[in-house]
Structures are given as C-alpha cells and as structure tokens.
C-alpha cells in the first residue's frame, strides 16, 4: 500500500486546516489507516485513526473535538480535518496503514507498516 500526504501549510492560531492521505494498492476494507504527527526533539504522537471496514475512530486526547478523521471511499482517500488550531499543534504530520487491526491497537506507532511522507503544519500565534 502506498500513501501520500498532503494540505499542510501555515495557519493562524484558531484557524482551520484539513489533511488529506491518498491511498492506494492493498485492499482496502482490511486496512486502519492513521495520523502521527512528530515536532522537532519529540516523538513521533498519535493523533487520529480510522478503519476503513466499519469506520470505527480513534483520537487522542488532545485531537478529541478539535480534529476528525474521514474516509472517503469513492476518492480512497482519508481526511483529518483540524479546527482550533494552537501553535502547539505544529508538527509534520504522517499518514500511515496497517491491516487486521484491533481498536487497543490503532494508536500505536510500532503497529504501522506502511507510511506516507510527512506534510508540515505550521501554526503561527
């Protein structure tokens, strides 16, 4: 499966932004397919998931009512639109897939295979 990130840019503080993670190969009813976002000197963090199956989401804290993750099906296409923008939400954002998995397991980075290239964020105060 391959994966292509786009729609970062540089936003005021309070503003809007919306990701998009193109997708393609694999089959993709047996895919989740999630946002990491990675400052400089952090760790890479996870931010959003979604399986693509049921549609099931997963977010954390700090994305809960803030961000939302979409899929499109016709487009094969995953979303992450972010609203409420904070300077601390500056990152390079990274998409990535894996198959078969559970929801105790959508958050963690170790589970993920398969990564895009990052698309950065920058949100100015």
């Known amino acids: 499966v391959q994966l292509q990130a786009s729609g970062g840019g540089l936003v005021q503080a309070g503003g809007s932004l919306k990701l998009s993670c193109a997708v393609s190969?694999?089959?993709?009813?047996?895919?989740?397919v999630a946002w990491f976002r990675q400052s400089p000197g952090k760790e890479r963090e996870f931010v959003a998931a979604i399986r693509w199956r049921d549609r099931y989401t997963s977010y954390a804290d700090f994305a809960e009512g803030r961000f939302a993750i979409s899929r499109d099906s016709t487009k094969n296409t995953v979303y992450l639109q972010m609203n409420a923008l904070k300077p601390e939400d500056t990152a390079t954002y990274y998409c990535a897939a894996q198959t078969r998995m559970i929801v105790s397991s959508l958050p963690l980075r170790r589970q993920y295979r398969n990564w895009g290239q990052g698309t950065q964020v920058t949100v100015s105060s």
């Open positions: 190969g694999g089959t993709f009813n047996d895919y989740a």
